[in-house]
């Protein structure tokens, strides 16, 4: 088997057809099937097949995929890498973040490093949970990482600093007006806003373990699906949100008040190897300006 042809058959899953995909990687569509059976062939069993609405995998499919998804991503990340070690110019730089930072302290970075290297494209993959991200980058999708330590992570992983995580209401909230951190014990009767991305710690959404060292469980009044939309109900009234506070940062009216004790989680940039070229320097762009 070729490391041509596991391009195609990842090229055919993406694009849910071998129409797409042929045009794609610019082949005709009787040479990209031809290869793919020729896979097919040297694996003992079909990876595809045909559905009402396009192509999906069998479980051999299932299984084989992974792994030509991590060949086909390490031989384009090989290229990038040695190009940027023999200081080429140009390329490509993939990072992968969380939607979360992808929102929130990812702009700065990306505008620094378009002033700096107008030439290296950058390609951003953003993912709605800690293990969506480590199970991508462990298939190759990605140059860099941004997220949170990575527990186990066999490759480099860069401290990029503590990300603050604080109360966020609004302006009238009395909350506003007293002075200094705000007890987590003293909020056992308030509304929350929750957001179905929350971190899960010890078994239980981080804010259930937060509100229970305070004696209490949350009383939930608004589900959402993102943290930037959670916070925009909490400035509008609905209730208390938990959030990073480079999430309030472009939001007008949001109040951010820091809590006692404080909470707080380390960023890092982590890889599958080493750091070196472009990707070195991107970990220590984020470094200086991601978490001051």
Known sequence: MSLRQMEYLVAVVEEESFTRAAEALNVTQSALSHQIKALEREVGGPLLERRPR??????????????????????????????????????????????????????????????????????????????????????????????????????????????????????????????GPVSVASLADRAWVRCALEPVIQGRRWLDWVCAQGGFAPRTAVWTEHSSTAVRMAVAGLGLVAAPVHMARDVPGAVVLPTDPPWCREQTAFSRVELTGTTAAFAGLCQELAFP
């Open 54 to 179: 396009g192509i999906g995998l069998t479980p051999m499919g299932r299984a084989y995929l992974p792994h030509a998804e991590l060949a086909v991503r390490s031989a384009e990340q090989a290229r990038r890498a040695a190009k940027a070690a023999a200081g080429a110019a140009g390329g490509e730089l993939r990072i992968a973040s969380l939607h979360a930072l992808a929102v929130g302290v990812m702009p700065p970075v990306f505008a620094r490093w378009r002033d700096a290297h107008p030439a290296v494209r950058l390609h951003l993959h953003e993912y709605a949970t800690t293990e969506e991200l480590r199970d991508h980058m462990e298939r190759g999708i990605a140059d860099l990482a941004i997220g949170p330590r990575p527990d186990g992570w066999p490759g480099p992983v860069v401290s990029l600093g503590m990300e603050h995580i604080a109360l966020i209401t609004h302006a009238d909230d009395p909350l506003a007006a007293r002075p």
